[in-house]
């Protein structure tokens, strides 16, 4: 089992719907979760972090985390079409020395005008 | 403006030959990381540094080869012991400890011919 389980989509939605991206991960230590972008050719970007279990908003975004099922989700409301990219789910854990983040494969977005 | 810079954006290289890919980061960030990304496969670690003089072979680090001399930069060597070397690779950094939100440079896309 890997550590890590994105659904790698892709993911094709209409303008205006609401999106659902998640994560399921074996690790029971990992306490940071974080949500990147990423379009295409370019570096990741970073869009939410999280720490331990809850929601977090910021603005259309949503990030939840459900630490007791060992899943993450990633809302995205009133989709653009400038949302289309691929998103990375990523997550640490608090102990050790090397603070690796352990990176989901991502799922492609498409949102279709 | 802070931030990571990578070059060159595109690079090809005849098979045989070693090429280094250039990370630099104005951040005064003390970690730095080198990924792989392939399609389908998300973000592989090659090497990782938690400061300068130090760092560590990640999940992938065969065929690959670098240095940490200065704070601000974390070049990577392909050589020509990495059977398969064409890939978008990206640099990261952040500073230490579990909170270790990576910042992305734009990436280095990989060709051999």
């Known amino acids: 089992q890997k550590e890590v389980e994105q659904d790698p989509g892709p993911l094709s939605v209409p303008e205006g719907a609401i999106v659902s991206l998640n994560c399921t991960y074996s690790?029971?230590?990992?306490?940071?979760f974080m949500w990147y972008r990423q379009y295409s050719r370019k570096g990741p970007e970073l869009l939410m972090y999280?720490?331990?279990?809850g929601n977090k908003e910021d603005g259309r975004f949503t990030a939840q985390v459900d630490k007791s099922s060992k899943y993450i989700s990633l809302f995205i409301r009133d989709s653009q079409p400038s949302d289309s990219a691929t998103y990375l789910c990523?997550?640490?854990?608090?102990?050790?020395?090397?603070?690796?983040?352990?990176f989901g494969k991502g799922t492609l977005l498409t949102v279709n005008p | 403006d802070g931030g990571i810079t990578q070059s060159p954006k595109y690079l090809f290289r005849k098979e045989g030959q070693n090429v280094t890919l250039s990370c630099e980061q104005n951040?005064?960030?003390?970690?730095m990381y080198w990924y792989r990304q392939d399609p389908g496969q998300g973000l592989r670690l090659i090497y990782y540094?938690?400061?300068?003089?130090?760092?560590q072979k990640g999940d992938i680090a065969e065929g690959y080869s670098v240095s940490r001399e200065k704070k601000e930069s974390f070049p990577l060597t392909v050589t020509s012991a990495q059977k398969n070397p064409t890939a978008f690779y990206l640099c990261?950094?952040?500073?230490?400890?579990?909170?270790?939100?990576?910042?992305f440079g734009p990436g280095t896309r990989l060709t051999v011919l």
């Open positions: 990261a950094s952040s500073i230490r400890g579990p909170y270790n939100e990576q910042f």
């Open positions: 690790n029971s230590a990992f306490q940071y």
């Open positions: 999280t720490y331990s279990s």
């Open positions: 990523a997550m640490s854990d608090s102990g050790g020395s090397n603070y690796k983040l352990t």
């Open positions: 951040l005064n960030h003390d970690a």
């Open positions: 540094s938690q400061i300068v003089n130090d760092f």
